[in-house]
């Protein structure tokens, strides 16, 4: 094992060697929010990244401009494989899957479909592509001329590509491949509520994309409230920034038409 990273139970027997350790895990959350090493529970194969900035170069190098952009900019996706083709040749195939656990684990990432021998194909929210280009070939023919039945405007004083990015993860997280990605925007079917919804992000000054700005959530069907509730109670609980405000618009629901913010 490498250097750069170290097995949960190595970190418990050294715990035990140097004594006066009743909690390994206690210390081992403290080190982590102290940016010491970086660790959770359930990921890295069960180890401690010991070098972040050993791991955070392999990250950066999958956005790349002129190693992997020109690869992955029409739909975002990529696979370990592509990877390690392309930036990863030196790394081992553990080290490469605990480059991609920290990519998920920070939102950079997200599974969209399983492939074989246990594979995934990944999506990377700041590689896809613009709406202008999805509306041309992803949203043909889905989005619905009629007004939506339920709207709600997430408002931002600032809006961070953070915020964007981590929420397309969350819910592409759930979502997976059942959904269409954009750019700072989805686009998905729900069968349950037998609804449809739209989701995108949006400045005041768009060709700046940065302050005061806005998600948009539009929902259509008979269960579009049922729909997009839990989508905005998720944004509210991302903990980047402020939660925002909320206005919301219904229409042609059992809730009546009324506009409130909360």
Not at 103 to 121: K, P, T, V
Not at 147 to 176: K, M
């Amino acid at each position: 094992m490498p250097d750069r990273l170290l097995e949960r139970d190595a970190f418990d027997r050294i715990c035990e060697e140097e004594g006066g350790i009743s909690d390994t895990g206690a210390l081992l959350d403290f080190l982590h929010h102290s940016g010491v090493v970086f660790y959770r529970v359930g990921l890295f194969g069960g180890c401690i990244i010991l070098d972040q900035n050993w791991a955070l170069e392999a990250v950066y190098a999958v956005f790349d401009r002129k190693k992997t952009y020109p690869a992955l900019r029409d739909d975002g996706r990529f696979s370990r494989a592509l990877l390690e083709r392309l930036v990863w040749p030196t790394y081992s195939r553990n080290e490469q899957q605990v480059f991609l656990d920290m990519m998920e684990s920070c939102g950079i990432c997200f599974r969209a479909r399983q492939l074989s021998d246990d594979e995934w194909e990944y999506i990377a929210p700041e590689l896809l592509p613009a709406k202008s280009e999805a509306q041309e070939t992803l949203l043909a023919g889905r989005l619905l001329k009629s007004p939506p039945a339920v709207e709600a405007e997430a408002l931002y004083p600032f809006l961070h590509e953070g915020v964007l990015r981590n929420y397309l993860s969350r819910i592409g997280t759930r979502a997976g491949d059942a959904a269409i990605y954009w750019k700072y925007g989805c686009w998905f079917y729900e069968k349950t509520t037998d609804s449809r919804v739209l989701i995108e992000g949006q400045w005041q000054e768009a060709e700046k994309e940065s302050g005061a700005g806005s998600i948009l959530f539009r929902a259509w069907g008979a269960g579009a409230w049922q729909l997009i509730v839990p989508l905005v109670v998720e944004l509210r609980r991302l903990p980047i920034g402020q939660p925002p405000e909320v206005e919301w618009t219904l229409l042609g629901t059992e809730q009546g038409d009324r506009k409130s913010t909360r």
